[in-house]
Structures are given as C-alpha cells and as structure tokens.
C-alpha cells in the first residue's frame, strides 16, 4: 500500500526499507511510525513510502495470535522430540516437519526481526525454547545469505535439532545453572555427537546430524568434538552456530542482567575474525543493526530516545535522538545504549 507521508497514521507499519533521494537508508520495514518517525521521513525528504495494509499488524511488541499459536506449537513439539528421544534414543521426522512448518510459514511474513527477538526475550527460556529460537533465527539468516527456500528450511530444521544431543545427558548437569566441574563440562560437551548419534537413528539426512555434530566447532579449531577448522565446517553448521551463539549471549546467565543488546552485537561481529565464519555474523549484525532505527532505547545516561541513524565508522555507536537533541554515540563516548524496547 503505497501512501504519501502526509497521509501516514500513528500505528502505520513499513512494508518496505525507506531511502531519501540519496539512497541513504532511513527506516527500515517493519517500523512501526509514530510522529518520530515521519519527522524523520520529512527531514530526509521522502514522499512516499510502503505501508501494511491497515489492520493487518497488531500493535508494537505484541505478536499476532497466529504467531504467538506457532510458536508455542514449535516449543512444545520440540518438548514432545526430545522427550522422545529421551526415552527411545530416537524420534519422527514427521512430527518436527509437523511443529516446524507452520512456524517458518508465519515468519516469512513478520520481517521486524529486533522486535520478534525482544518480545521472544521477555519469555524464560528453557532449552526447548532456546532450540525454537536458534531454528527460526537459522532461517532468517539463510534468507538474508540468499539461500534458496529449500535450503532455508534445512537448515532451519538443522537449527531445531541442533541441541537434541542434551536429552541424552544426565538432567543434574543439563539442567544446573550454577558452576559446572570439569566433569561436568566434559559431559556436557558429549551433547553434539550424541545429537548426531539420535539423529542418524531417526532420519535419512546427514546433513542435519552433521550440524548437531558440528555447532560448536569454531574455525581457528578451538570448538569441539573434533577441534575442526574453517574448511571443514559446513555452511549450515556455520550459520546455526552464530545464531547459538547470539542467542545464548541474549539469555545471560540465571541472577545476573542482561546484556546491552549492542554490547552482544559487537562481540558477535569480534568472534566473526577467527571463531564463527564471517558471513552469517556479519549478515546477523547488518540486518539487526538496520532494524533497530527507529526503535526506542534508554541510555547509560537514564535518558530515553530513538535511533535515527547508524555510524559508519562505528555501527555499534549510533545517533540516537532525546526530545529535541541528538547525540553521536561515536562521539560522545561516555553515552551507550543501554536497553532497547518497543
């Protein structure tokens, strides 16, 4: 639905990413306009932009009830598979394809992934929850590395599964969020081929053993099981590693707060030089960072505002407006963003 700026309502939400006449990127799809944000649409000159058709969205940080049915779906299915292969050592396929499906079917259509994230963050994530998450955010990522849709769903599905190893693990050490011994960690750690081990056991597809195999490896051969390096890490594995790896940086750890999401983004981009393959991170780190204009924050100062624009010489550092002030984040070095919210 293509309407003038003018015409804009509060509540409006961008089908498409907005350019001014210089290509410069301004909001991306999926912000939700307030008055910020068509000021912000004047101020760059924009006539028009692509809006969902109205009515269509629920409101900023509530998920459709189509969503929200998907979801649960997928964790409790993935609840239901490791319960199964828990007890038997194996699972059907059927039944992931059953829970997984609907889910991806939902997020081709909600592309303001920031806000999926953080209204995802607001749950307590257990390890089914975390499974569901790492297989959704696996698709998104294959998408924006430009993966055909049968290769996104693969490696969704390898996302999904990536942790079915853990049901072979005692729960006393799976489940302790406390101080692990070595022991427990070397235990642990037995996970991924274990995971390989049930999934063999339960499909015809290398593939999606081989990620649970591999989701740990790291590419300067500091991962386990087998210490691999770049050239022996599949892509798939690759791309759900980075998502693992961000979304376990998300969660924290159990009593302490969680991280700026910011501070989470720049580690993952650091562990894109030697540890996770460049390209899923820096395809990560490039869409969210995208996402988050237009999303409101609360600085280290106490100080509430909306992204405007992101730095190029520091992404991470961006120009944040407060009322009637802005401030260059890559300039003022004493200012960073604590907390995003809708």
């Known amino acids: 639905m293509r309407i003038h700026v003018t015409d804009l309502q509060q509540g409006d939400m961008l089908k498409e990413d907005a350019f001014n006449p210089a290509g410069l990127h301004v909001l991306p799809r999926g912000t939700v306009v307030k008055i910020e944000e068509t000021d ?6 924009i006539d028009y932009v692509e809006i969902e058709p109205r009515g269509s969205e629920t409101g900023p940080g509530v998920l459709s009830a189509v969503m929200q049915s998907h979801i649960e779906l ?53 390890l089914y929850n975390h499974s569901m998450q790492v297989g959704m955010l696996s698709y ?51 996970h991924a081929k274990l995971g390989h081990d049930v999934i063999k056991n339960s499909m015809n597809d290398e593939t999606t053993a081989l990620v649970a195999l591999q989701h740990h490896e790291r590419e300067d051969g500091s991962g386990y099981p087998q210490g691999l390096t770049k050239p022996d890490i599949h892509p798939y594995s690759q791309i759900v590693a980075v998502a693992d ?78 009322g009637d002030q802005f401030h260059d984040l890559s300039r003022e070095r004493n200012l960073a963003v604590e907390e995003v919210f809708l």
């Open 140 to 190: 998104y990522m294959a998408t924006w590395l430009g993966y055909s849709r049968e290769e996104c769903y693969a490696v969704s599905k390898a996302g999904y599964l990536h942790d079915i190893g853990k049901s072979k693990i005692s729960p006393t050490i799976r489940n302790r969020t406390d101080y692990l011994t070595e022991y427990d960690m070397q235990e642990l750690r037995k």
């Open 245 to 322: 790896t961000y979304l376990r940086l998300s969660e924290g750890k159990k009593g302490e707060p969680k991280r700026p999401l910011l501070d989470i983004l720049r580690e993952v981009s650091e562990l894109g030089f030697g540890k996770l393959n460049e390209k899923p991170v820096q395809a990560l780190v490039q869409h969210l960072m995208s996402n988050l204009i237009g999303k409101n924050v609360r600085l280290s100062s106490g100080d509430t505002g909306t992204i405007i624009l992101n730095n190029p010489s520091d992404i991470f550092k961006p120009l944040v407006r407060v």
């Open 74 to 126: 997928a964790i409790r299915g993935y609840q239901s598979i490791f319960l199964e292969a828990l007890t038997s050592g194996k699972f059907e396929e059927s039944t992931v394809d059953l829970q997984l499906e609907p889910l991806l079917r939902t997020v081709d259509e909600h592309r303001d992934i920031v806000s999926l994230l953080l209204v995802l963050e607001r749950e307590d994530v257990s």
């Open 40 to 45: 912000l649409l004047n101020r760059h000159k």
